[in-house]
């Protein structure tokens, strides 16, 4: 069994920052690429930022030059810092992981999800 557990997110004024965490843990034979998603009310869900297994990122036009996506794979976590925040940024944020469990077995897990606010 695998578990993605997001923490980080909040309430904070345009402009704050936050840092979001996400991190792995079960039967983890191995983590290939790690993504944030977000989901607005109303709205599609969409990739924020994704990183692969060698450290390769990309990220959605919107954030770009104020969010930084990173991850620590000794600790199975990844990271999203967000910076001038703006109120359409506000979302539950999502990160997405495919996990190898084992040899032969690959597959995407989704965490819970985290509130971020953005207030004007």
């Known amino acids: 069994q695998v578990q993605l557990v997001e923490s980080g997110g909040g309430l904070v004024q345009a402009g704050g920052s936050l840092r979001l965490s996400c991190a792995a843990s079960?039967?983890?034979?191995?983590?290939?690429?790690m993504d944030w998603y977000r989901q607005a009310p109303g709205k599609q869900r969409e990739l924020v930022a994704g990183?692969?297994?060698?450290?390769?990122?990309n990220y959605v036009d919107s954030v770009k030059g104020r969010f930084t996506i990173s991850r620590d794979a000794a600790k199975n976590t990844m990271f999203l810092q967000m910076n001038s925040l703006r109120p359409e940024d506000t979302a539950v944020y999502y990160c997405?992981?495919?996990?190898?469990?084992?040899?032969?077995?690959?597959?995407?897990?989704w965490g819970q999800g985290t509130q971020v606010t953005v207030s004007s």
């Open positions: 079960g039967s983890i034979f191995s983590i290939n690429a």
């Open positions: 997405k992981a495919r996990i190898r469990t084992s040899f032969l077995r690959e597959s995407d897990y």
């Open positions: 990183i692969t297994v060698g450290g390769n990122t």
